[in-house]
């Protein structure tokens, strides 16, 4: 596999210093032979070419070999450049077309294999997948994020909008593709479904922390397969650590205790019509403000404010008359399409 992957490789820098080189040849050539025309033709009586124009119009018919005719070449060595030009204008162009040609190919060859660069600003990067993935970018692209996503296949998910990044979510270079220094948040996903679970949260943690390496402020979200890792998670930076299966528990307990609280949770997470929680950024001008203010300002549209949070400090429903020195509000919204 290893030969296979150096040889698209070296085959796309080819492919780019081809195009290059193609492009060059044929720019010279319509140059050299808009100048060299207009002063060999220029003076001659009957001759089409009598300005610097009129030249570049008849290398542009005769390089695409459209040949209107309305610019006739009547001198000998106009006509004996023109032949000149005639071969290795039609073939500059030619082959600068084959070039891009084969370059468009290569670059829809590369983001099929997951090989490109995205050049995205703050998106969401996922990494892995699991049976939840569809619901997780639905629910991005539905709060407007962009996705990359991070995984060993792609898993060619209808009705959702995403650009797939292949490779190893450990290796920096697979990192930097999936646009790590742009990115907003990182969700880290259990990387297989079979094996010990100790291992696949070691490689979730191992993974946050090379992301953190690369990235300081990077903000990580990552699901867990067992709660006693959180204690780990947190020392290498996770900022939020979700354990699989752990919110469908206490949804399940509480449908058995209080089926209400259980039925407000579910349509305020499902990917429906109605409300939905979600974290908004207090904006600038609301810093000192009184918590009332903010109230005002987040709930004349029906919505309601649940909580605020700064950094990992969250309080529910602070005093109104509390001086604000909070960065979000975590609000119940509803929901657009």
Known sequence: MIPI???????K????????RAAAVALGVIIYGTISEYYLERNLPGSGIKTLFDSLWWVMQTVTTVGYGDTPVVGFYGRLNAIFIMIFGIGS???FTASLAANLMDAKLAKKLGEVKLKMKDHVIVINSDENLSYIIKELNASNYEVALIGDSDPNLKDCSYEFVKGDPTNTETLERAGLKNASKIIILPHSKEGNPMDIDARTILTALIIKREKKDAYIIASLLMESNSVHAKKVGIDEVVIKGSMSTLILVNAAISPGVSRLFYELLRDDDGYRIRE?????ELTGAKIGEIYKYYENDGSIILAMRKDNDVKLRPDPNQINNFNYVIIMEKRTK
Not at 13 to 20: A, F, T
Not at 280 to 284: C, H, N, S, V
């Open 13 to 20: 820098e080819l492919l780019k210093e081809s195009l290059y």
């Open 280 to 284: 908004r950024k207090i904006p600038q």
């Open 5 to 11: 992957f150096i040889f698209i490789r070296k085959f």
């Open 93 to 95: 162009l030619g082959y």
